[in-house]
């Protein structure tokens, strides 16, 4: 089984890297200021949110963020899986399902009552896997975003 462990203000160097290139990957433009700014606060112990640090925290090999926010629908806290990244290398192994696979279980015992991911329409091989670990997609939403 992969570790996944709550990251630390330690950890910030070493998760640094993966987020970029999570970025890079998926086409996000974040200035590496913006980018220590997002990220410190929540290995600083935020109430919104947490990284799980995925592998050897020596040398990690992912990483997944989650948002936490409150639900009236799903009747309290809710989690909102923002980013989760497995280095290129390691891929295709099973990691990224044990990962989320083991999140609704951490998090549910934390008193999260419902957790939620994005995925882009035309990824075909990342909404099968989400599929298998019961997520589903809620008939007649869908996600709308604007930017401040």
């Known amino acids: ?49 947490a990284i799980y640090v995925i592998g050897p925290a020596r040398a990690p090999i992912g990483y997944a963020c989650i948002s936490f926010g409150w639900s009236l629908a799903f009747g309290g806290l809710d989690g909102f899986v923002d980013e989760i990244y497995i280095r290129p290398g390691v891929r295709g192994r099973g990691i990224g399902m044990e990962v989320l696979r083991g999140l609704p279980k951490a998090l549910g015992a934390a008193g999260i009552k419902a957790i939620h991911l994005e995925v882009r329409r035309d990824n075909a091989k990342a909404r099968a896997l989400y599929q298998k670990l019961h997520f589903e997609m809620r008939e007649g939403y869908g996600l709308m975003s604007r930017v401040l």
């Open 1 to 49: 089984m992969t570790a996944m462990t709550l990251g630390k203000p330690e950890d910030l160097e070493r998760l640094l890297p993966l987020i970029a290139a999570f970025h890079a990957e998926d086409g996000i433009d974040l200035s590496d200021a913006a980018r220590r700014a997002a990220v410190l606060p929540l290995l600083e112990g935020s109430p919104h949110g």
